[in-house]
């Protein structure tokens, strides 16, 4: 079907840069939009048109009501809304004003990035694991801001384990505070991107904002407190479980990780793969997984994860490939052995 809907004042920002925006909504609902001299035509079947008839009807709606999309935010919300029949452009746009932060506001840019974010409002502990640049952390840090901005909790503390490829807090220089910081600077990064620099440094000065190593939180029970623990993947079983039994009342904690970057010794089990076996039946929290088509880094990232993983498959298959081929061998040289044996015996009795 056809349908011819009005054009609304400075309906040009809602198509983007190249109309990447519109390019979002057709491929997403299966619609075709144009942009007529008096009208915007979409053509497509009935439930679809009547979908991106409904987002025309929503931003329309928001531009009135002086709602304001910064960054890319509208072509996130799309491609939010295309993957989940559910959403709503009116109702994401709702969901980020609610999530503010004055500077920033924590809008989702994938499916999974918006169930993360729900996880963490309806579950007291959330783990999100996922590869690099996939917004784990980040949103995890914003979310405690947002907590905290609206009194939900009273403290911050941001987690992560001592551990880099081969590296030991005792090879570096300076004092304990000194060995730690590097480790710890993700966390400052996200901290002082979300709020301002004065406001972070005040709230580091009185504790409102505690950032960590894990070995820190041995012993502590953390009441009325938003609790992160960054790298999980590089904490020891032991670690895992100290640090999930710290949780008081009235606190959540976020876990995240990715478990194809363990930096950790052979000999010992990552707490995080511990934690995946172990906790999924567990009432109360959530695990969330995340792939390389949530990676909001640049667009090179998720290309490159996607070529680490396919090498990963192909090695693991040439690796059973090689392995059946030498069983098959040892089987073939077994067989030809038995057989020179029964001959042997053969030969033997008859001359005798």
Known sequence: MKKNIGISPNIETFFGTRDENVRV???????TINLRSNAIELEGAQRDVARAEQVFADY???QRSGYTFNNGDLNSMLRVLTADPTATLRGLADAGRQRSLGRRMVQPKSVNQRRY?????????????GPAGTGKTYLAVAMAISALIAK???RIILARPAVEAGERLGFLPGTLQ?????YLRPLYDALYDMLDPEKVDRYLEKNVIEIAPIAFMRGRTLNDSFVILDEAQNTTSEQMKMFVTRLGFNSKAVITGDITQIDLPNARRSGLLEAIDVLPRVEGLMFVHFDEADVVRHHLVQRIIRAYDEHKTHAAEQQMLLLSGGKSSESGH???????????ARRASGDS
């Open 25 to 31: 909504l057709e491929d997403g609902l299966n619609v």
């Open 60 to 62: 329309e709606s928001l």
């Open 117 to 129: 974010v729900e996880a963490i409002e309806k579950h007291d502990m959330v783990f999100g694991i």
């Open 152 to 154: 939900r909790v009273n």
């Open 178 to 182: 000194d060995k730690i910081d590097p």
């Open 334 to 344: 077994a067989g030809r052995d038995a057989d020179d044996a029964t001959h042997s």
